[in-house]
């Protein structure tokens, strides 16, 4: 495993983070950050989350620039919901009206999720040409959202990037969710009471060893959601927005 620092830059009118480890492959990836949009606070001011509350003519408006950061008239986009369904981009319009939490593409169409915690994970697979943004938080993990990821690809050919979430010392759990997976228990150490704080991205990284991808081949950010930075933080500061992970070939 490595740890990397994603770097910041621009797309068009919008900031953003770009993911240099996927650089290589061909593989254009990046996620937006707080700034660049019109949202007010507390969503302030790049949200593209239609679910947390925000005013839906400026979620509108930060969508169609990231579109247009993009190139594209409208975004794909599903709605994440903690599960394992999985999709490619060209069954998704930019309602987001399907769910989904594992997106991916072979082609120049992104795969895009949305997150403020939750573990991005972008895997990438050359020999396949296939391309998966996963949404994983602990229901998503315990439930096999990596696995229906690299179910589509060959783990052994894969690399994967671990995006901005939630740190181990920020992240306070209850025992029903150190129960749910032997995988999250092995990542979860002893808090106050009956918490745990747990390790997800640490969490994230066994479930794709354990899948079959190379450590050599993992990349993890070192950019955090502990709140109040650069990125949004569900467990901080709700209510608040959501950034996007963005991946999609060149």
């Keep these: ?47 593209v989350g239609d679910h ?13 620039r990231l ?16 599960g394992t369904a999985l999709i490619h981009v060209t069954a998704l319009r930019s309602s987001g009206e399907t769910s989904a939490d594992v997106v991916w593409t072979d ?7 949305l997150v403020a915690d939750c573990v991005p994970v972008i895997l990438a697979d050359p020999t396949s040409h296939r391309l998966v943004v996963v949404h994983a ?29 939630i740190s181990g010392g920020a992240y306070q759990v209850g025992p029903e969710v150190v129960k749910a997976h032997a995988v999250l228990s092995r990542h979860a150490t002893p808090d106050v009471g009956d918490r745990s704080l747990l390790d997800l991205r640490g969490a994230a990284v066994d479930w794709l060893v354990h899948g079959g991808v ?12 502990d709140g109040g930075g650069t990125f949004f933080s569900d467990r901080a500061e709700r209510p608040c927005g959501r950034f996007a992970v963005v991946a999609r070939w060149t």
Excluded: C, K
């Excluded at 947390?52 to 169609?64: F, I």
């Design 67 to 82: 579109a247009r950061a993009l190139g594209l008239d409208t975004l794909p986009l599903a709605r994440q919901v903690h």
């Design 52 to 64: 947390v509350g925000d005013d839906a003519d400026a979620v509108a408006e930060n969508r169609a």
């Design 137 to 165: 938080g602990w229901r998503g993990l315990a439930r096999g959202a990596l696995d229906a990821a690299l179910g589509i690809l060959s783990p052994t050919t894969t690399r994967a990037v671990i995006g901005p979430s």
């Design 1 to 47: 495993m490595r740890h990397f620092s994603l770097t910041p830059g621009r797309r068009g009118e919008l900031p953003i983070f770009r993911a240099p480890p996927l650089d290589e492959l061909g593989v254009d990836a990046f996620v937006t950050a707080r700034a660049g949009g019109v949202s007010r606070a507390p969503y302030d001011s790049l949200n």
């Design 214 to 225: 190379s450590t050599s081949e993992i990349y993890v950010s070192r950019e955090v959601t």
């Design 107 to 113: 082609s120049a169409s992104p795969a895009i999720v």
